[in-house]
Nanobody, 129 residues
Framework: QVQLVESGGGLVQAGGSLRLSCAASGVMFNQNAMAWFRQVSGMERDFVAS????????YYADSVKGRFTISRDNAKNTMYLQMNSVKPEDTALYYC??????????????????????WGQGTQVTVSS
């Protein structure tokens, strides 16, 4: 069983930066792809970014491309989301998730909620204007 715990959220001004972390426990972390999603209360959970098992292939939502960077340290069982040039529309509860497969071959698969088996509880990011 994998447990995922997000941290690093908080209040940040527009244009600022924030780094989220996702710490994993359990035996599966190093075997599968990972991703970040975000959700605004009352809205659907949206894909943000994904990274495959070795960390050499990523996908990003258009809304964050060029501003956010996903990475992982398999030795530390931790995934990161570096958020730069944040905007008020980035305000959301951010979730990390572990995929059912080690490699993700398409954006369509990466962005699908059903592609992920384990989810964290989320960390809140609030961007003030």
């Amino acid at each position: 069983q994998v447990q995922l715990v997000e941290s690093g959220g908080g209040l940040v001004q527009a244009g600022g930066s924030l780094r989220l972390s996702c710490a994993a426990s359990g035996v599966m972390f190093n075997q599968n792809a990972m991703a970040w999603f975000r959700q605004v209360s009352g809205m659907e959970r949206d894909f943000v970014a994904s990274i495959n098992r070795p960390g050499d292939s990523t996908y990003y939502a258009d809304s964050v491309k060029g501003r956010f960077t996903i990475s992982r340290d398999n030795a530390k069982n931790t995934m990161y989301l570096q958020m730069n040039s944040v905007k008020p529309e980035d305000t959301a509860l951010y979730y990390c998730a572990e995929a059912r497969l080690p490699y993700i071959g398409s954006y369509e698969y990466a962005s699908r909620i059903s592609s992920y088996e384990y989810w964290g509880q989320g960390t809140q990011v609030t961007v003030s204007s």
